[in-house]
């Protein structure tokens, strides 16, 4: 349809993006511009897009999560996008002409051994109607991701680094799941728990964030 039309420029554009700051991310990493991109995601990256409308002063926004894959771009035609900082504090990121929020997801922070740290965000409620336009860029979804660099040997340091690569921390104890797939399928289970539990009435999401039969003891 129309809708679909007018929407394949944008999609290029934001696929041409996403690979463009992989490759920037992969220099970033000691590694030649393509390592990232051939190890981790592949000849074919599973992308996601929506178009999201926020009605004014209704809801609660969306609550404070990281992104389950690789890079998530996103423009807005207001604010309303938050993003914590190191010390726990929230800022508030206004979109600005010409230009894309960009967070960084689990996946990345798994495949750098946690130099890349994903990026706790959050919406808040808004004050007038707000559109937005994420883009998701991920590995495949059977794809296995571990680190393709040892983040201590960098000749530059990053604080956290050393942190436990398979842990974030905007929601409390989270595990971060390996297989892209099943991170992915976690984080919808989080973060739509009425849908989840609509389709999925065998299935519950545990302490840790994982998913597993309801009931059963975990790693069942």
């Known amino acids: 349809g129309a809708l679909e039309e007018s929407s394949r420029p944008w999609l290029a554009a934001m ?84 230009c894309l929020a960009v967070n960084l997801g689990e996946m990345l922070q798994l495949a750098s051994g946690g130099y890349y740290r994903a990026t706790p965000h959050r919406v808040a409620r808004p004050y007038r109607e707000r559109f937005s336009l994420p883009y998701f860029y991920n590995p495949s979804l059977d794809a296995v991701v571990d680190a393709v660099v040892d983040a201590d040997s960098l000749p530059w340091s990053r604080c956290g680094a050393r942190a436990d690569v398979s842990a974030t921390n905007s929601q409390g104890a989270h595990r971060v799941a390996a297989a892209y797939g099943i991170n992915a399928f976690k984080s919808l289970a989080r973060s739509h728990p009425r849908v989840f539990a609509r389709h999925h009435p065998d299935l519950e999401v545990r302490r840790d964030g994982s998913v597993g039969v309801r009931g059963a003891a975990a790693g069942e």
Do not use: M, N
Not at 57 to 79: I, K, Y
């Open 15 to 98: 696929a041409a993006a996403a690979a463009a700051l992989t490759k920037a991310l992969s220099v970033g990493l000691g590694l030649e511009d393509d390592e990232l991109e051939t190890k981790v995601l592949g000849a074919a990256p599973h992308w996601q897009a929506k178009f999201a409308r926020y009605p004014a002063d209704f809801g609660p926004g969306v609550g404070a999560h990281c992104d389950s894959g690789w890079l998530t771009l996103l423009w807005a035609d207001g604010p309303g996008l938050e993003a914590q900082t190191a010390d726990g504090s929230w800022i508030s990121v206004p979109p600005k002409p010409r």
